[in-house]
């Protein structure tokens, strides 16, 4: 159960970093489809911007202190879900 629990919180992790909205990762795609017109233009034209702010969160370390919160609430929740169907089968 520890390895699928793992495997599980490994792979959601990726999905909530996927999901972040600078340029480089798919959230970026997802949010200009919400955005006006004239704001999704200048996200297109601002572009290497984001690409940079990308690189210093990541090379500084101020990511961790993003992400760190949002995922130890999402895997809590998982770590819950999955010891509850996983009870219900021992």
């Given at each position: 159960?520890v390895i699928i629990t793992n495997i599980i919180s490994i792979n959601i ?51 961790s202190i993003i992400l760190t919160p949002i995922f130890s609430v999402v ?16």
């Amino acid at each position: 159960m520890v390895i699928i629990t793992n495997i599980i919180s490994i792979n959601i992790s990726l999905g909530i970093f996927n999901l972040i909205p600078l340029p480089p990762l798919d959230g970026s795609k997802i949010l200009t489809h919400f955005l006006p017109y004239n704001a999704k233009e200048w996200f297109y034209r601002n572009q290497q911007i984001f690409y940079l702010i990308f690189l210093v969160l990541f090379i500084t370390g101020l990511s961790s202190i993003i992400l760190t919160p949002i995922f130890s609430v999402v895997l809590s929740g998982m770590n819950w879900l999955v010891s509850a169907i996983f009870g219900l089968f021992i």
